[in-house]
């Protein structure tokens, strides 16, 4: 699961100004993976936290295998099952047909 931007924002908030926020979001902090922490508290902008993770089960790993659909960046996936459920074409660029828009001509009867 990748780190939401509300939890981001709900960090940076209690750190801020706990005493207004409450022991509860105190909880769910020490709840969250310390690498999320570590990497909001170098930081001041949510894009800079983004964890590497499986578009499509929301995996958080390192070891990610990037896509391409068609020769186009499809995003980056943990497993071929993955990659498979994503609703992407896999095949190269070879099989991009510009000119195809998936309609097909039926001769007039």
């Not at 981001?8 to 706990?18: C, D, T, W």
């Not at 930081?43 to 990037?66: A, Q, R």
């Not at 497993?79 to 190269?92: F, I, N, R, T």
Request: proline share 7%.
């Amino acid at each position: 699961m990748k780190l939401p931007k509300s939890i981001f924002i709900l960090i940076k908030e209690y750190q801020e100004f706990p005493e207004r926020l409450g022991a509860g979001v105190n909880e769910l902090i020490n709840f969250l993976p310390p690498d999320w922490l570590e990497r909001v508290n170098e930081t001041e902008h949510y894009e800079d936290v983004m964890l590497p993770h499986c578009n499509k089960c929301g995996l958080i790993s390192d070891e990610l295998e990037e896509q391409t659909s068609m020769g186009v960046y499809a995003g980056k996936y943990c497993s071929d099952e993955c990659w498979q459920e994503s609703g992407y074409c896999d095949v190269g660029p070879e099989a991009f047909d510009p000119t195809y828009c998936g309609e097909q001509l039926e001769p007039d009867e």
